[in-house]
C-alpha cells in the first residue's frame, strides 16, 4: 500500500506554515523600523558629538574670551581653532532665538562663515572661572535633553 497525506493533513500544515509566515513577517517588519529609529538617533547623537567636540576645541586653543558677551549668552572668543583654515578666527556661538538654533560663526576682519553644526536647542549658557580658568557650559535642547560639560582654557 501506499502512504501519502490525506488533504487534511496539507491544510493542516498549510495553516501552520501561513501562521509561522505570518510571525516572521511581522517580527522583521518590526526590525526595519527598529533599525530606522536607531539610525536617527546614531545620527542626532553624531550631530551633538561633533558640535560639543568642535565647541570644546575652539574653548581649549583659545586665546582670549569676550566676557562682555556671556551675559547675552553668546561665546565669543579668539581661537587657533579653525575649520575654514582660518589664522586665528573670531568665533561666535549662539542661539538664533527665531529658530532656535545653536550656530557657530567663524570671523575673520568683516568676513563671516557660518558653520553647517547646528543643534535645535533652546538654551545655551556659558559660565566663566577666572580663578580655575574653566568654562561650564550648558546647552539644552528642544527634547529637553541636557548637556553640562566644563572644559579648561589654554590661557
Given at each position: 500500500m501506499k502512504k501519502a497525506f490525506t488533504l487534511v493533513e496539507v491544510i493542516i500544515s498549510i495553516i501552520i506554515f501561513s501562521l509561522i509566515m505570518l510571525f516572521l513577517y511581522k517580527s522583521t517588519s518590526t526590525l526595519k523600523i527598529n533599525n530606522k529609529n536607531f539610525k536617527k538617533t546614531i545620527n542626532k547623537t553624531k550631530i551633538i558629538s561633533k558640535t560639543i567636540k568642535l565647541l570644546k576645541n575652539d574653548i581649549i586653543l583659545s586665546k582670549k574670551?569676550?566676557?562682555?558677551?556671556?551675559?547675552?549668552?553668546?561665546?565669543?572668543?579668539?581661537?587657533?581653532?579653525?575649520?575654514?583654515?582660518?589664522?586665528?578666527?573670531?568665533?561666535?556661538?549662539?542661539?538664533?532665538?527665531?529658530?532656535?538654533?545653536?550656530?557657530?560663526?567663524?570671523?575673520?576682519?568683516?568676513?563671516?562663515?557660518?558653520?553647517?553644526?547646528?543643534?535645535?536647542?533652546?538654551?545655551?549658557?556659558?559660565?566663566?572661572?577666572?580663578?580655575?580658568?574653566?568654562?561650564?557650559?550648558?546647552?539644552?535642547?528642544?527634547?529637553?535633553?541636557?548637556?553640562?560639560?566644563?572644559?579648561?582654557?589654554?590661557?
Amino acid at each position: 500500500m501506499k502512504k501519502a497525506f490525506t488533504l487534511v493533513e496539507v491544510i493542516i500544515s498549510i495553516i501552520i506554515f501561513s501562521l509561522i509566515m505570518l510571525f516572521l513577517y511581522k517580527s522583521t517588519s518590526t526590525l526595519k523600523i527598529n533599525n530606522k529609529n536607531f539610525k536617527k538617533t546614531i545620527n542626532k547623537t553624531k550631530i551633538i558629538s561633533k558640535t560639543i567636540k568642535l565647541l570644546k576645541n575652539d574653548i581649549i586653543l583659545s586665546k582670549k574670551i569676550d566676557l562682555n558677551y556671556l551675559k547675552k549668552d553668546i561665546l565669543k572668543i579668539n581661537t587657533l581653532n579653525s575649520i575654514h583654515n582660518i589664522a586665528r578666527p573670531t568665533v561666535i556661538w549662539k542661539i538664533l532665538k527665531n529658530k532656535n538654533l545653536l550656530i557657530r560663526e567663524e570671523k575673520i576682519n568683516d568676513i563671516k562663515y557660518l558653520d553647517n553644526s547646528t543643534l535645535k536647542c533652546e538654551k545655551f549658557k556659558i559660565y566663566y572661572s577666572k580663578e580655575k580658568h574653566t568654562v561650564l557650559i550648558y546647552i539644552k535642547l528642544l527634547n529637553k535633553q541636557e548637556i553640562i560639560f566644563e572644559t579648561i582654557t589654554s590661557y
